[in-house]
């Protein structure tokens, strides 16, 4: 009526239909090209920005992933297309530093509550996607549907009236071949340790405070992929002169060395470790007690050696004086409660991750005289003795949480502890290797 004339579609054109090219059939492999592109440019954007870790991954989650997603069902994507798509995925994590090129690949794809870096999986999501989507189909009781469904030979990626291919992987398949990798399961296999508090252990990943560059480190470091002298030897074939650790000169060049037990970082660096990890705790014993007002940052504390008021004395790494002479007289804290008249004797320790336990048993026994002696000279009621332990890798000791309940401390504290452990671990790392 108003002289207006549809075009007519030339036997190449297309027209779009719900964002996807088709004519007599869906143009594929141009969809497919778009789809791509579209995924990775967003990818792009999202590693360029200035995101904490778990701010990252869940934008390209809730961001770059979808766009791709919304075609799985409708074109034919190959298995082998989607391993393509999830190695160049992290070939850019990589090129962002974000992803160590040797750390485990299962991980980035592990949700962050179970100690993995929560990454969507293309090949896993296009699985189940098609999955529920044969099933909501097939559930229909619309004989239009039905009869479509019984037309389907191979024709959609849904296959509606064949069988699918059983999945190639599976979230839970990653996680078991994770967890028995010689190097890289060795952090899940002290997660699951009954002398560790998993949830807790976890905090800084499931917070993902971290920058995703940082957070990549310390996977590293977790997955036992760093460049130490074992690592080139072993790992990577090359001939090197020694394996021995470039600083003191006697043992092998390992990760756990580095990290624990290296005589020369002992004074030095692990020292600082510790302190950083007592400037947490302390103020805090202290703010509690009304022995200091105002709580400044952690990093611009520095603990008196006695406060005290009208109802506790506070010492900080201080020889306590004794009848007896004892071997173990200088705990970092003991706070004196002077009305209740009880004393708690706290230790904080910093042990690798195989070596937790040890630590405990260690902590307890090292001040029982300690306890004892004090107990009789002042006449109290009771002692406690509160070791106070996060390892290396920021594994949480299972008596953390009742230890900072017992010292009336606000549980948060323990991620704030966390946190301040894997900063100064990372920074002993990265020092160590940067250093001849
Ligand atoms: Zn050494």
Redesign the pocket.
């Given at each position: 009526m108003d002289d207006i004339t549809i075009p007519g579609l030339s036997p190449q054109e297309s027209y779009k239909y719900l964002g996807v090219q088709q004519a007599l059939d869906i143009k594929t492999t141009e969809m497919k090209g778009v789809f791509r592109e579209k995924f990775l440019t967003r990818l792009r954007k999202v590693l360029q920005s200035k995101l904490n870790s778990k701010a990252m991954f869940n934008a390209i989650n809730i961001w770059a992933i979808p766009c791709i997603e919304y075609s799985f069902g409708v074109i034919k994507w190959s298995t082998s297309d989607l391993q393509d798509l999830d190695r160049k995925a992290r070939a850019l994590l990589t090129r962002h530093g974000i992803h160590h090129p040797h750390a485990s690949v299962n991980r980035l794809y592990i949700p962050r509550h179970e100690g993995g870096r929560g990454l969507k999986n293309l090949e896993i999501v296009h699985n189940n996607t098609v999955s529920n989507m044969r099933d909501y189909l097939l559930s229909k009781r619309s004989p239009f549907i039905q009869a479509i469904c019984q037309e389907d030979e191979n024709l959609s990626p849904l296959n509606l009236a064949g069988q699918l291919d059983p999945p190639r992987s599976t979230l839970e398949q990653l996680s078991q071949e994770w967890r028995g990798k010689a190097l890289h399961g060795r952090y899940p296999g002290s997660l699951g340790k009954s002398e560790i508090n998993k949830r807790e252990s976890l905090t800084y990943l499931r917070a993902g405070y971290l920058f995703p560059e940082t957070e990549g480190r310390m996977v590293a470091i977790q997955d036992q992929v760093i460049p130490t002298r074992s690592y080139i030897e072993n790992m990577t074939g090359r001939n090197i002169p020694t394996d021995k650790?470039r600083?003191?000169l006697?043992?092998t060049?390992s990760v756990q060395?580095i990290t624990s037990s290296?005589?020369?970082?002992a004074p030095t660096d692990y020292t600082q470790r510790h302190n950083a990890m007592a400037r947490v705790y302390h103020p805090a014993i202290a703010k509690r007690c009304g022995l200091i007002r105002n709580l400044k940052k952690p990093f611009e504390y520095h603990p008196i050696g006695v406060l005290e008021n009208d109802n506790f004395k506070l010492y900080w790494d201080t020889f306590i004086h004794t009848d007896r002479p004892i071997k173990h007289n200088r705990p970092d804290i003991m706070l004196f409660n002077k009305k209740e008249r009880t004393v708690e004797i706290v230790d904080i320790t910093i042990p690798a991750d195989d070596n937790v336990y040890k630590a405990y048993v260690e902590k307890t026994t090292k001040y029982h005289d300690l306890a004892f002696e004090v107990k009789t000279i002042y006449n109290l009621k009771s002692t406690a003795i509160l070791p106070l332990i996060i390892s290396t890798n920021g594994l949480v000791e299972k008596h953390l949480v009742e230890n900072t309940v017992k010292l009336k401390l606000d549980v948060d504290l323990i991620s704030t502890a966390q946190r301040k452990v894997i900063l100064a671990n990372v920074r002993i790392v990265r020092k160590f290797l940067t250093s001849i």
């Open positions: 650790c600083k003191c006697q043992a060049e060395h290296c005589p020369i970082l």
